[in-house]
């Protein structure tokens, strides 16, 4: 696996499950973003790296479809088409996973050889979490 960066899309696992989104309806992208957060949130105490990258790519997308978002996902990163319409458990959802990603046993959280790095990477998660977590107008 390759990681050229802290972004949620800067790695070969994460490109690959944006590339998985392509030619899906509408229910089968929503349903790809939730088996994300679920794989993670069925987990057991210890996340799987890929999993967790997985979860990271999918929280940014999500978090970047919400109105006004801080979280803007690159085109050259992102599914070529627009997200569907996303329901509103799905930010709860994300929540719960990306928590789980940063905790102890999470193999993301410990991946890091550099720590700069792995501190700009929890910054960065820690980010879409804040912009999840803020209530919705709807």
Sequence with gaps: MGTWGTGPFDSDLAADFVDELEGLTSQQVIDVLKRAFQRVTDWGERVDGGDGVEAVAAGALVASALPDSPIVIDPDDGPRE??????????????????????????????WVDSADADQWRQEVRQILETLAIPSDH
């Design 82 to 111: 627009p997200l569907p319409e996303l329901p509103a458990g799905l930010r709860a959802s994300a929540i719960l996973a990306l928590d789980r990603v940063l905790q102890d046993g999470s193999e993301v959280t410990t991946g």
